[in-house]
């Protein structure tokens, strides 16, 4: 009996040693329904279109006002303060001085040489003027202030008024008969290039860095004194000549946007269709794109960001059409400044193609600084044969199946 106990148990210390030289996997792998299995593909993606188009865009209240002349694109910045605060004393005051203060918060290298501060004669609101509305916007001829500086990147300036436009600011308040004083309107001479300046908007209304207007008056009875102001509407108008390339385009102020589609793989697609299997899962999604350092044109001032909005069918009256509330950021992979590249971590947005939740309608692009710059950011696009595979826009998806 001894020695058949004995043998049992070197048999089962034995066999213990066996099953523990096996390979862990195999021996788990053993425990899982094949049809419970995953299995992980990689794909990459090119895009099967690329379309870049225009949209009348409201600046509205941007964080930059935009003023001067790029090679074709033209800005101009309307500016109006709230004056409900002016004293009736002010009615038999005298005037002495009018300065506008701005702050310079977005330029190009080359700073602007001039630029012009004319009286607004029609109504206009921030967040409805857009560049269709320029031809109907009328503006005085009569030069109210002129900026004359380097204008160079956070400086600070003040522009002296002509005093003229003032009293008649104050005499539309005072009696309500006369017809609003609409603003101002900042606008290039011959030979600028674009600037920007701090804009009002709510966060920046009490800035020391938001536009503010201040006058200077003798009252009646012989007293000086000033008054500030520095809450209202600010906004900017751009016009650009654009030209179609086969690139990808998109630009702020202008409104020049792009949108990309792509098409899945056959693997994927069989996988898409099939009912009786469930939807894949993206466990990752990059979108990388080549900047034409070249052909792109960048100011100081703003972020070096482009947001990718889920595409949704597009018409000719509304090209781009995106669910606004699903995007995500695409910044530059690395430090060089010579056709960088962009990534962009779209894992939520091919799980949506994928689920079903949302059909295959591309991305939207667009810059982050949409409304606050004239940036021309250019991608190397699948439309051009002469460039280099490799600086092609790229989709890649790593995903798991049954």
Known sequence: MKNIFLLCSVLFILSGFIGCTEEPNSVGNTLIDEKDKFLLFNDSLSTVSDTTFTVA???????????????DAEAKTLLKFDYSTILDSLRTATFDTAYLRITVNYTWNTPPSQC???????????????????????????????ISDSLSYSKEIYVKLDTSIVRKWIAAYLDTSKPRFQGFALQIKTGSVSTGFSGMYPMNTSSTVAPLLRIKFTSKSGRRDSLDFYSGQSTFLATGNYTTQPSIEIRGGVGIRS?????????????????LNPKPTVNNALLELTQNSTASQLGVGTADTIVATLGIKATSQAPDTSNTQIYVYGKRNGTSTTNPVYVFDVTSIAQRWISGINENEGIVLRTAADNSSVDRMVFFSSKDKNVDASKRPKLYLMYSKK
């Open 259 to 275: 949108r990309m589609r792509f098409t899945f793989s056959d693997n994927l697609k069989r996988t898409i269709s099939d009912t």
């Open 116 to 146: 012009e501060i004319h009286e607004v004669l029609s109504p206009w609101s921030y967040n409805s003027v857009t560049k269709d509305s320029l031809p109907s916007l009328q503006i005085g001829t009569s030069v109210a202030g002129t």
């Open 57 to 71: 865009l409201v600046n509205g209240f941007g964080s930059s006002m935009l003023v001067g002349k790029t090679s």
